[in-house]
């Protein structure tokens, strides 16, 4: 890469931030059942990108700014409700200041079950449901993209539970869920961030997680467990069109002059399923995931970015593993991912490696990556190459 020195001095400086130590959640108040908890999550982000082979025109940039900068507030005033709240100011953009992120009230007084409402995550996607600050790559795969069909947080009821000493858990959800309108991707997105032109949506969806040697929690990387252990993933969802704000269709069902001039499309449909697995134990941790996902645009005789005759099937492969060496320090880590459209050219691939340094487990971490990707966006024959170095802290 052309600004590798650039990249080399960006990571050592951020490495040297990494030497503060840091905590998980901060409790400012607790009295009885009433406690009140603050925390956040501090990634700072340097990019390098560029791209080869493109018939529009080559990209070349590089980048350095805050990939997430989030601040919650949670607490309880009775036993069995709890409520959080979480803004992510890295997301400002133009007039939009601030992201809401998880909101919601939870019901606790269920045995072996909670009951979730308000803005949360749609459980869907692995990957997507691990939490940014655990990921082993710094950005996560196709599978965890919302770009490409995997659905973000909802504004609706999410009930999930687990029985047989947690070796079985399940979830269901049920909301309204946005769609952001552009013809190379399936951008889903919570209503609660929502743009004026946005499809408006309701999603429902269902997941089933078996461990058969005892729970395996979502986060990626082992800090050197005594004994191995697996989960399988079964889940699916469906998105419908409520057809109340389709800004680029016109009356006969076409899209509009504008829609095509900037690549914008109208989503009268989605549905997606999902088979997933994990591996954890004595350094080593690796995920699979796969996913076939549908998506139908209201105007059928359009054809463009995703989209062919109105219509698209998304297969998603991702793959990633790394192992942890003994002083639980270093991670070495690599992944493989692909999704394939109706109308790309040929299959996009990435291969991504990189290295993790912990300071303090997931709390205080840097990492650096490299990710190459062939027909870039599905174009035959366009490469991209891109180097990430990343800063956590998580208080």
């Known amino acids: ?171 269901v959800s049920a909301g309204a869920e946005d769609h952001d309108p552009a013809v190379n991707r399936m951008d889903f997105d919570t209503p609660v961030n929502r743009d004026s032109d946005y499809n408006q949506g309701w999603l429902a969806a269902a997941r089933v997680d078996w461990h058969p040697l005892g729970y395996v929690a979502l986060d990626q990387g ?3 467990s005594d004994s191995w252990r697996f989960n399988l993933s079964l889940a699916a969802y469906t998105w419908m069109n409520d057809d109340d704000n389709n800004t680029y269709t016109d009356a006969n069902g076409v899209t509009t002059v504008e829609g095509k001039v900037e690549g914008k499309v109208d989503l009268d449909s989605a549905h997606g399923v999902e088979l997933s697995a994990g591996v954890r134990g004595h350094g080593f941790s690796a995920d699979v995931e796969y996913q076939k996902i549908t998506g139908d645009i209201v105007d059928d005789t359009f054809t463009g970015g995703l989209y062919r005759n109105g219509t698209t099937d998304l297969d998603i492969f991702a793959v990633e593993a790394g192992y942890m060496l003994p002083n639980n320090h270093l991670e070495l880590v690599a992944g493989w991912d692909s999704l394939d459209a109706d109308n790309y050219d040929d299959a996009w691939t990435r291969i991504k490696a990189g290295v993790n340094w912990f300071w303090n487990k997931h709390k205080a971490k840097t990492q650096i990556s490299y990710r190459k990707s062939d027909n870039y966006l599905g174009q035959a024959g366009v490469d991209a190459d891109a180097i990430t170095v990343q800063m956590q802290f998580v208080f």
């Open 222 to 224: 082992d800090f050197h």
């Open 1 to 171: 890469m052309r600004r590798g020195l650039f990249t080399c001095l960006t990571g050592a400086v951020l490495a040297l931030m990494g030497a503060v130590p840091a905590a998980a959640g901060i409790t400012v108040y607790e009295e009885g059942d009433k406690k009140l908890e603050i925390g956040g999550r501090i990634q700072i982000q340097y990019l390098n990108f560029e791209t080869d082979g493109d018939p529009d025109g080559d990209v070349e940039f590089d980048e350095i700014f805050f990939r997430r900068l989030r601040l919650y507030i949670a607490g309880t005033v009775t036993r069995d409700w709890y409520a959080k709240i979480q803004f992510d100011f890295g997301k400002a953009e133009d007039n939009n200041e601030v992201a809401v992120k998880d909101a919601y009230i939870q019901y606790l007084g269920l045995a072996r079950h909670k009951i979730t409402i308000g803005n949360s995550k749609t459980p869907f996607s692995r990957e997507y449901l691990t939490s940014s600050k655990r990921q082993q790559l710094i950005e996560r795969s196709f599978g965890g993209d919302h770009d490409f069909g995997s659905p973000d947080r909802n504004m609706g009821v999410r009930l999930e539970g687990q029985q047989f000493d947690k070796k079985l858990g399940y979830m």
